[in-house]
């Protein structure tokens, strides 16, 4: 019998091969993050699953939609892409480049307010696992409310009382925010207040049956409620953009700010001194709080990868404790929606993960839906309105008229409300 002899170099390719990872590819507009992807979350992943590498590729975030569509279109994009919340992710589930996710383990780790920005309408079919949201609330400057005895308010009427104290010892503004680039009032000021006045997810729901309307009962209380904000905005707030009333806050001009937890980590760098404080959304007329834990990024599996296997279980990781402990320290203000068991260590982001258990919750009434319409678009309307009416350019029952009947003006369910 002949003994056949293999060349070692033909030995050593062949290990080389049967060695191979595979390579996992992450469309991203979270360009920011970059390196907390590379230096933390990814190496964690690959130290558990050594034969999967995993690169983190972002886009501009302005740049993004446009990037990836020209990607898939080509057939070059990567194997997993973060997804926006609702409308946009949806387009790409319905074209089929997104693949249904309800076979995924890890899916049921998230509840259905979790996975509805990433559902279809009907909620049957999940195309991408909810990684993070933010939340909506108060941050506040902790020294000067040492300073002018303040304690943190819980009702509507507390609030206001604070502000007044705050207007008249005249060191500092009361509450932080412009109306110039329009979004804050909507999205910090409607929105943050809003879920409260009209029930949380029964008033958003209400809104996409037709049972409410946003002239009417909680929604039109919302925007009473705001325009009581008026006489606490900084002197010229009308001229104020975002960076602007970051800038005031951050070098402790003003005392309270109505935030995103997403600011956490902005004040943390422009100001470490700053002493932050933070308080939930406040009862108004008696109601419980609810706060907006708005669904911000998501993650699903483009339907042309060849590595859908590899692409699962990068998935079912992202669904779990270990990755949102990762994910929650390493971005604080981003909290991720997975109903499983993580520590924050920064104390504000500790605050705000605490009103998961003390308030309902639910998310920005214009997001689901309501802003397919290009235009008159309902997001648009609801910025355009709540800067009007701070402006005192608007009552609170035009703003409501005008938002409404924009909406019904396309939307079926709406039409003659």
């Given at each position: 019998?002949?003994?056949?002899?293999?060349?070692?170099?033909?030995?050593l390719?062949?290990?080389?091969?049967?060695?191979?990872?595979?390579?996992?590819?992450?469309?991203s507009?979270?360009?920011?993050?970059?390196?907390?992807w590379?230096?933390s979350?990814?190496?964690?992943?690959?130290k558990?699953?050594?034969?999967i590498?995993?690169?983190?590729?972002p886009?501009?975030?302005a740049?993004?939609?446009?990037?990836?569509?020209?990607?898939?279109?080509?057939?070059?994009?990567?194997?997993?892409?973060?997804c926006?919340?609702f409308?946009?992710?949806?387009?790409?589930?319905?074209?089929?480049q997104?693949?249904?996710?309800n076979?995924?383990?890890?899916?049921?780790?998230?509840?259905?307010?979790?996975?509805?920005?990433?559902?279809?309408d009907?909620?049957?079919?999940?195309?991408?696992i909810?990684m993070?949201?933010?939340?909506?609330?108060?941050?506040?400057?902790?020294?000067?409310f040492?300073?002018?005895?303040?304690?943190?308010?819980a009702?509507?009427?507390?609030?206001?009382a604070g502000?007044?104290?705050?207007?008249?010892?005249?060191?500092?503004?009361?509450l932080?925010m412009g109306?110039k680039?329009?979004?804050?009032?909507?999205t910090?000021?409607?929105?943050?207040?809003?879920?409260t006045?009209w029930?949380?997810?029964?008033?958003?729901?209400?809104?996409l049956s037709?049972s409410a309307?946003?002239?009417?009962?909680g929604?039109l209380?919302?925007?009473?409620?705001?325009?009581?904000?008026?006489?606490?905005?900084?002197?010229?707030?009308?001229a104020?953009?975002y960076?602007?009333?970051?800038?005031?806050?951050a070098?402790?001009?003003?005392?309270?700010?109505?935030?995103?937890?997403w600011?956490?980590?902005?004040?943390?760098?422009m100001?470490?001194?700053?002493?932050?404080?933070?308080?939930?959304?406040?009862?108004?007329?008696?109601?419980k709080c609810?706060?907006d834990?708005?669904?911000?990024?998501?993650?699903?599996?483009?339907?042309?990868?060849?590595?859908q296997?590899?692409?699962?279980?990068?998935?079912n990781?992202v669904?779990?404790?270990?990755?949102?402990?990762?994910?929650?320290?390493?971005?604080?203000?981003?909290?991720?929606?997975?109903?499983?068991?993580?520590?924050?260590?920064d104390p504000?982001?500790?605050?705000?993960l605490a009103?998961?258990?003390q308030?309902?919750?639910?998310?920005?009434s214009?997001?689901?839906?309501?802003?397919?319409?290009?235009?008159?678009?309902?997001?648009n309307?609801?910025?355009?309105v709540?800067?009007?009416?701070l402006?005192?350019?608007?009552?609170?029952?035009?703003?409501?008229d005008?938002?409404?009947?924009?909406?019904?003006?396309?939307?079926?369910?709406?039409k003659g409300?």
């Open positions: 019998m002949t003994r056949m002899l293999i060349p070692l170099s033909v030995l390719i062949a290990g080389t091969v049967g060695a191979q990872k595979t390579t996992l590819t992450i469309e507009w979270r360009n920011d993050d970059l390196k907390v590379r230096d979350i990814i190496p964690a992943f690959e558990q699953y050594p034969n590498r995993v690169v983190f590729s886009s501009a975030p740049e993004y939609n446009a990037v990836l569509d020209a990607k898939l279109k080509a057939g070059t994009a990567g194997d997993l892409i973060t926006r919340p409308d946009k992710s949806l387009e790409l589930y319905t074209a089929k997104l693949t249904s996710l076979s995924l383990a890890g899916l049921k780790n998230f509840d259905a307010v979790a996975k509805a920005a990433w559902s279809t009907d909620g049957k079919t999940t195309f991408c909810p993070a949201s933010v939340i909506h609330g108060f941050l506040y400057n902790k020294a000067a040492k300073e002018l005895g303040l304690t943190e308010p009702t509507e009427a507390q609030f206001l502000m007044t104290k705050i207007k008249a010892g005249g060191k500092y503004e009361p932080v109306t680039d329009q979004w804050e009032a909507a910090m000021g409607y929105q943050n207040i809003g879920p006045v029930n949380g997810e029964t008033g958003r729901k209400g809104l037709g309307q946003y002239n009417k009962g929604f209380a919302a925007f009473q409620a705001l325009e009581r904000w008026k006489p606490f905005l900084p002197r010229g707030y009308q104020l953009a960076p602007d009333a970051q800038n005031m806050f070098q402790g001009r003003g005392v309270v700010y109505p935030a995103g937890s600011d956490i980590g902005t004040f943390r760098q100001n470490p001194k700053l002493e932050l404080g933070a308080f939930p959304p406040y009862s108004i007329g008696g109601k609810v706060i834990d708005h669904p911000d990024i998501g993650m699903g599996i483009n339907a042309a990868s060849k590595n296997a590899a692409a699962q279980t990068f998935l990781w669904a779990s404790d270990s990755f949102a402990t990762l994910y929650a320290n390493a971005l604080p203000g981003f909290f991720p929606l997975a109903n499983v068991k993580y520590t924050v260590k504000v982001a500790q605050e705000f009103w998961r258990t308030c309902g919750k639910s998310f920005r214009s997001y689901q839906i309501l802003s397919r319409n290009a235009n008159p678009n309902n997001e309307d609801l910025w355009n709540s800067a009007q009416l402006n005192g350019a608007m009552t609170p029952q035009a703003a409501g005008m938002v409404q009947k924009n909406l019904a003006s396309w939307y079926a369910p709406q409300k």
